[in-house]
């Protein structure tokens, strides 16, 4: 057996393997915090990386937004090999590190320009291979905005990593992606775990335009009898919202059943807004268990 996450150290958590990750991700009942950080701009405080400027305020999961595989590299974080950005990352903050890889469709029916990205942050083979070899824990096959990443698309990344890559495997999209359809439904969901998803990524309800508490819901009981998680994420720049707002999403979300809530990157230097991440925090956790995060040593 191992601890939950929310209250396991930095040598705990670096000894888990995949399989014991998500087990102490479903053990801590639905307060497990992401932080997802955007690693090419400047972060919001000099010297120190958004990584561990989201971990100091609650965040119990690091995931890299912009972070081309084939050219590792993170504001904030120093090293002599590209090779060890990640595994530096980890050592500054014993979070559990993932990135984002795009599983671009260069044919979707797009609503709007196309935006073109590096195959270092896309889902190929030659990706996969490299995130690999970085040592990252997860990743995260979903798509920025404009960058034509459908459903279909994200169904078959899936598969491809599961050979490739032997960390777990989040899944979904946050919002449009640029490309004229749903966001999520429930057959999509299903495509997901036919694809042995570990994570079903969904929007948190009350950030896109007509998912519900209801459709969540349907989403979370699927996706629990299969045995696999759900993450409810805010990737509509709502993450610089006010606090009540954040806290309202989070208790929304939280009673809909999801095990793990993601909070975006759209803030100043590609950081949400330390105050919204330690108010998600507080509210699907407390006081106790946030400062818990907030103080827990690195070298416990």
Known sequence: MVKRLISATASEIAQMNSAEQLQSIAASEGRVVVSENVVTKDPAVDDISNAELASAFGADIVLLNAFDVLNPAVRGIETDNDQQVVKEIKRLTGRLVGTNLEPVNLHADMVED???????????????????????????????????????????????????????????????????????????????????TDVILVPAVGTIQGFSDEKLLEVCDLVHEQGKLVMSTIGTSQETSSVNTIENIALRNKVCGVDIQHIGDAGFGGVATVENIYALSVAIRGVRHTLASMARSINR
Do not use: W, Y
């Open 114 to 196: 196309m935006i073109e990205i590096p195959e270092g942050r896309q889902a190929t083979k030659t990706s996969l291979a490299a995130a690999e070899k970085l040592g990252l824990d997860f990743i995260c096959l979903t798509g920025n905005p404009g960058t034509g990443v459908d459903n279909s698309t994200i169904v078959e990344a899936v598969k491809l990593a599961k050979d490739i890559f032997s960390g777990f495997i989040i899944a979904g999209k946050m919002h449009g992606a640029g490309v004229n359809e749903p966001v999520v439904d429930i057959d999509t969901v299903k495509s997901l775990l036919e694809a042995d």
